[in-house]
Structure formats: structure tokens, C-alpha cells
């Protein structure tokens, strides 16, 4: 798998970002910190997810982009829209209930758009150990079986902090 990139693209009131390659912990305060530059806009009609691109994608980035969808409907009464042509990450996505937060389309858009690229933050280990924390727990309120899935990570993570 390649190095992750987050690009994002503001156009008018719609935000995309577009996950390339191998998208991991080590982007989610520059993901975490685009995200709540969202949540101050006056005005949002939409957010995609471009994920065709994406390879894979770790736990702690899907329950930041968890996080972000629900505050987003709780914000804006909108729900992201995540583009993803690989069936593996729309097996993912399904499997951790992103169906009940996210329009999941499995179709690319064919529009040119001039991104800009998220650059990792450097953070204290003990701000990305919380993050992963948050990140799993509202990947565990999404579902039963993701709450079975990742109790035991969350807690050894709780004990060892």
C-alpha cells in the first residue's frame, strides 16, 4: 500500500476531501483540525468523501470520519456523501454502519477539481492516544458488533494511560 494523502477542495458551500492511498492514526489531527474548520462555516449544503483512491483506511480514520458525519447532520442537517469504487473499503464502510451516517455511492465522479493536501501535525502522544480513543468510541456507538469489535482496544487504551 502507498503513503496516505488527505487533498481537500472547498467549492462555494461544499467541502471534498479525497483519501489517497493508505489513510492511517498518523493524519488524524490534520483531518480532526480540517474537520472543525467545517463546523465554523456559516453555510454547508455538502460534503464528499472521494475514496476511490484510497487503498485502505485504519480504524482511527474511519471514527474521525464517524464523528464528523454525525456532527455535520447535527450541524447542518447533512450527511456526508462517500464515493468508493473499491469493493474492499465499501465492505468496510458497510460493515462498520457507515450506511446509517453516509450516502455511500460506488460510481466515480468524473469532475477535475484542484485539491490541496493536508500536511500531517506533529501532536503529542498522549493527544493521538485520546484521539484513537474518541475515534473508537463513536465507531462503537454506530453499532453493536462494532462496540464488541473494539471494547477491548479501548479499554487496554483507557488502562494504559
Given at each position: 500500500m502507498s503513503n496516505g494523502r488527505i487533498l481537500v477542495a472547498d467549492?462555494?458551500?461544499?467541502?471534498?476531501l479525497k483519501?489517497?492511498?493508505?489513510?492511517?492514526?498518523?493524519?488524524?489531527a490534520a483531518l480532526e483540525n480540517y474537520f472543525?474548520?467545517?463546523?465554523?462555516?456559516?453555510?454547508?449544503?455538502?460534503v464528499i468523501v472521494?475514496?476511490?483512491?484510497?487503498?485502505?483506511?485504519?480504524?482511527?480514520?474511519?471514527?474521525?470520519?464517524?464523528?464528523?458525519?454525525?456532527?455535520?447532520?447535527?450541524?447542518?442537517?447533512?450527511?456526508?456523501?462517500?464515493?468508493?469504487?473499491?469493493?474492499?473499503?465499501?465492505r468496510i464502510l458497510k460493515s462498520m454502519s457507515f450506511d446509517l451516517i453516509c450516502d455511500i455511492v460506488e460510481e466515480s465522479a468524473r469532475k477535475a477539481i484542484d485539491f490541496d493536501e493536508l500536511n500531517q501535525l506533529d501532536v503529542p502522544d498522549e493527544l493521538v492516544r485520546q484521539k484513537v480513543i474518541d475515534a473508537h468510541q463513536t465507531l462503537m456507538a454506530l453499532s453493536e458488533d462494532n462496540?464488541?469489535?473494539?471494547?477491548?482496544?479501548?479499554?487496554?487504551?483507557?488502562a494504559n494511560g
Open positions: 467549492i462555494e458551500n461544499v467541502s471534498i483519501f489517497v492511498g493508505d489513510v492511517r492514526v498518523i493524519m488524524g472543525s474548520s467545517l463546523y465554523e462555516k456559516s453555510i454547508l449544503d455538502k472521494d475514496m476511490t483512491e484510497t487503498e485502505g483506511i485504519d480504524s482511527t480514520a474511519l471514527g474521525l470520519l464517524a464523528k464528523m458525519a454525525i456532527q455535520l447532520r447535527n450541524r447542518f442537517n447533512v450527511s456526508p456523501i462517500v464515493i468508493s469504487t473499491n469493493a474492499d473499503i465499501t462496540r464488541i469489535e473494539f471494547q477491548d482496544l479501548v479499554s487496554a487504551l483507557k
